[in-house]
């Protein structure tokens, strides 16, 4: 059963990686002749001084899209675990922006936050009449927050089983020891959404490192290179400097990294986080 899987990986993940790092050691412009250039395209990669600010871009934008989606999620989850027949429905509600296309979305919030024509203008509100998309702080900031509005449903369906895995018994017994709602969140909720929690924060980190399409049409890097991410570099690099040398290093920095902080995170889970949750409850 676990061949037709084996085959589908090795073939779309193996083979690629494999012919990504080949492109490494090449010098293509994705049209002609490839030919062999050895480390020639590693040391422009590494000398560029813009990748040092594209990997703090990166990472300050999956900081804080971890920042913001994780206690977000936690509590949209909780609140969904409920036996209420309304949340039912709310549900497939909160559910629908990850339903949407990036690019639609991209191009949605990007109309709704124009100074000119968009939301604020349009409704004379002074807060939203800024230059939302023209300032690098306000610029990482909308990138962050619709990156969050996307994926919050998301993580909030993963919290949302958690929950519902523990046992009612727990609750139970802390309400007959007094315990009020907030207590019994902070003392049975979160304990027992630790490998829950290392699931989630593994999917906002790796993913944070694919974050293209959002950002290319909501800011396309800008306003200078403030939102310029990886995935965004090495797009530009690949794509509209037709260096695919390059590119396909940079592509290798991105799997690398990915791989390191997803290591790092099973490391903080104890590495046991394929056992239950409720171990030793």
């Given at each position: 059963?676990?061949?037709?899987?084996?085959?589908?990986?090795?073939?779309?993940?193996?083979?690629?990686?494999?012919?990504?790092?080949?492109?490494?050691?090449?010098?293509?412009?994705?049209?002609?002749?490839?030919?062999?250039?050895?480390?020639?395209?590693?040391?422009?990669?590494?000398?560029?001084?813009?990748?040092?600010?594209?990997?703090?871009?990166?990472?300050?934008?999956?900081?804080?899209?971890?920042?913001?989606?994780?206690?977000?999620?936690?509590?949209?989850?909780?609140?969904?675990?409920?036996?209420?027949?309304?949340?039912?429905?709310?549900?497939?509600?909160?559910?629908?922006?990850?339903?949407?296309?990036?690019?639609?979305?991209?191009?949605?919030?990007?109309?709704?936050?124009?100074?000119?024509?968009?939301?604020?203008?349009?409704?004379?509100?002074?807060?939203?009449?800024?230059?939302?998309?023209?300032?690098?702080?306000?610029?990482?900031?909308?990138?962050?927050?619709?990156?969050?509005?996307?994926?919050?449903?998301?993580?909030?369906?993963?919290?949302?089983?958690?929950?519902r895995q523990i046992p009612r018994s727990m609750y139970e017994a802390a309400e007959l020891?007094?315990?009020?709602?907030?207590?019994?969140?902070?003392s049975i909720t979160l304990p027992q959404l630790k490998y829950t929690m290392i699931t989630?924060?593994?999917?906002?980190?790796?993913?944070?490192?694919?974050?293209?399409?959002?950002?290319?049409?909501?800011?396309?890097?800008?306003?200078?290179?403030?939102?310029?991410?990886?995935?965004?570099?090495?797009?530009?690099?690949?794509?509209?400097?037709?260096?695919?040398?390059?590119?396909?290093?940079?592509?290798?920095?991105?799997?690398?990294?990915?791989?390191?902080?997803?290591?790092?995170?099973?490391?903080?889970?104890?590495?046991?986080?394929?056992?239950?949750?409720?171990?030793?409850?």
């Open positions: 059963m676990t061949v037709p899987a084996l085959v589908f990986f090795v073939g779309f993940g193996v083979v690629p990686l494999i012919g990504v790092l080949a492109l490494s050691f090449t010098t293509w412009d994705g049209i002609g002749d490839i030919q062999f250039s050895g480390f020639t395209s590693w040391r422009a990669v590494l000398a560029d001084p813009g990748l040092p600010h594209a990997l703090y871009v990166t990472f300050l934008i999956m900081a804080l899209s971890w920042l913001v989606q994780t206690p977000a999620s936690i509590l949209l989850g909780v609140f969904l675990a409920g036996a209420q027949r309304y949340r039912a429905l709310l549900s497939v509600l909160y559910f629908i922006p990850l339903l949407l296309s990036s690019a639609a979305i991209a191009i949605t919030y990007k109309a709704l936050l124009d100074p000119n024509f968009g939301l604020g203008a349009g409704l004379k509100i002074g807060l939203l009449t800024q230059d939302w998309l023209g300032r690098p702080g306000l610029a990482v900031g909308v990138v962050v927050f619709v990156v969050s509005w996307q994926f919050i449903p998301f993580h909030s369906l993963i919290y949302q089983g958690g929950v020891d007094g315990a009020g709602r907030i207590r019994k969140f902070f989630s924060s593994t999917l906002v980190v790796v993913g944070s490192l694919t974050f293209f399409d959002l950002i290319f049409v909501l800011t396309a890097g800008g306003p200078g290179d403030a939102t310029r991410v990886l995935a965004l570099d090495m797009y530009k690099r690949g794509f509209q400097a037709n260096l695919m040398g390059p590119a396909s290093a940079i592509a290798l920095i991105l799997v690398f990294v990915g791989l390191v902080l997803s290591l790092l995170l099973r490391r903080l889970g104890g590495g046991k986080s394929d056992t239950s949750q409720l171990e030793g409850a």
